[in-house]
């Protein structure tokens, strides 16, 4: 077992460059398999969740090159199989776009229900709607998901929810259609606009992205051959962004798009940090104690329910009591638990979580819920006075690359180790 070692406090003060977003790697690799050719990705995060995906592609007879830390080249002229391996789809989220890909490409596929964080009920409803109005039959039994299509043929689809993954993965199954799909009520997340781009690069007709209605005419093929390079992660930019206040430190963060940063900047400087924004840097520091906010997750462009743990620890040392309302899971707030080990006065009742600030926060062993939860908690740590152990990694390298390397490389004392 591993776990990391983090002595603190310290101010985390230096440069850090942002990778790839994960949530857009996941979904533009399971989209070359629309594509008869090759192409290579650039930028992409070098994390367990890519790794997975790329199993999960050539389990499916994609070949997959490797051009270094950051890129991969995929090869998809020859799909060999429309039965994705259950053990790997059931083990992270994305899998799910194996589905909208693999309906396009070769009308049917059979895929593991989706797994990944534990953040209570995640439905795929909205999924399923939308292969069904394109003409797709959907069957999910004993954990497995089936989904076939003779023709599949473009509708207008009225998202009941707003969902990421679902705005997506209708639109990975609406390229190929015949004729035109509309998406409303979208999501409008970055990584949607960075998919639709990828799909356009590659010869799709998508128009919308990045507002809440996304019109797809379908094309009868795509083009191979082409290289992308994937839009960078406004989630792992404001996990820095919000450690820079935690720790009461200085960070200058590189190769960002501080356009997709602005509700986490909106609740920094409300909490008396600075904020210097040069468009594709943004600098933060913050040298007083926070003050209380209140903070409700939204889909983009709100606050994103990704950095809400994050920001629970800027509010735990905070002066006075605030409040975060989760919109989006029902159960995100299981890391309060865990920094009320290290000293935080947390109540969480269900959606809500009322944070009465503490001065200080101290070391202690803590374990890491979910994704998001182990990044608060390495942030926690690098605030607290004396020495955290967080444990359960394997959630935190699903999606940071060598989260200890750089925290170490801005000033925190921190190790893996183990036992
Ligand atoms: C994606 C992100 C995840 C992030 C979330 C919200 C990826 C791989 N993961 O997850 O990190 O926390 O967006 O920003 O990109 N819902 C339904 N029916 C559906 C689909 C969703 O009711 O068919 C509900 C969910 O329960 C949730 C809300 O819609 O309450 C948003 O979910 P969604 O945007 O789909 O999240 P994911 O795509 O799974």
Redesign the pocket.
Same mark, same amino acid.
């Given at each position: 077992m591993e776990k990391l070692v983090i002595k603190g406090p310290t101010p985390l003060k230096g440069e850090v460059v942002i990778n790839g977003a @994960?949530?857009?790697a %996941?979904?533009i690799l399971p989209a070359t398999l629309l594509i008869d050719g090759i192409c290579t990705i650039d930028n992409l995060p070098n994390i367990s969740?890519v790794n997975i995906c790329c199993q999960i592609l050539e389990a499916l007879g994609a070949k997959i090159t490797r051009n270094g830390k950051h890129s991969i080249t995929v090869d998809s002229r020859n799909i060999t199989t429309t039965k994705a391996p259950l053990d790997l789809t059931s083990k992270?989220?994305?899998s799910?776009?194996v589905i909208g890909a693999m309906l396009s490409r070769m009308g049917e596929i059979e895929v593991g229900m &989706?797994g !990944?964080?534990k953040? !209570?009920?995640?439905? *795929?409803?909205?999924? *399923? @709607?939308g292969f069904e109005a394109l003409g797709a039959v959907v069957d999910t039994g004993k954990g497995v998901i089936s989904a076939k299509a003779d023709e599949l043929v473009g509708n207008t689809i009225y998202?009941?929810? %707003?969902?990421? !993954?679902?705005? *997506?993965n209708v639109m990975l199954s609406a390229v190929l259609a015949k004729g035109t799909t509309v998406i409303d009520n979208a999501?409008k997340?970055p990584?949607i606009v960075d998919v639709a781009n990828f799909l356009n690069t590659m010869g799709a007709d998508i128009r919308g992205a990045g507002t809440d209605m996304i019109k797809i005419n379908g094309v009868e093929k795509l083009s191979g051959g082409a290289t992308y390079s994937v839009v960078p992660d406004q989630?792992e930019a404001g996990t820095f962004m919000l450690a820079a206040v935690a720790t009461k430190g200085d960070l200058l963060i590189k190769n960002c798009i501080t356009k997709h940063l602005e509700s986490i900047t909106a609740k920094i400087i409300e909490v008396g940090g600075q904020v210097e924004d040069f468009g594709d840097s943004i600098r933060v520091y913050c040298d007083q104690r926070p003050k209380k906010a209140s903070i409700k +997750?939204l &889909?983009?462009p709100g606050f994103? +329910?990704?950095l809400q743990p994050q920001m629970g620890v800027v509010l735990s040392l905070a002066d006075g009591t605030s409040t975060i309302n989760e919109? *989006?899971?029902?159960s995100r707030f299981q890391y309060t638990d865990e920094l009320n080990k290290m000293g935080a006065k947390i109540t969480a009742q269900g959606k809500s979580a009322f944070f009465e600030g503490v001065e200080k926060l101290y070391g202690a062993p803590v374990y890491s819920t979910d994704?998001?939860a182990g990044a608060a908690l390495i942030i926690a740590g690098t605030a607290a006075e004396g020495i955290t152990e967080v444990y359960n990694l394997e959630h935190i390298d699903r !999606?940071y690359e060598d989260i200890e390397e750089r925290f170490r490389s801005i000033g925190a004392d921190i190790k893996r180790i183990s036992e």
């Open positions: @994960k949530n857009a %996941v979904a969740d992270f989220r994305a799910y776009y &989706p !990944g964080c953040l !209570g009920a995640r439905p *795929i409803d909205q999924h *399923i @709607k998202m009941d929810v %707003v969902s990421v !993954g679902a705005t *997506i999501a997340e990584h989630i +997750t &889909p983009y994103p +329910t990704d919109s *989006i899971w029902e994704l998001r !999606g």
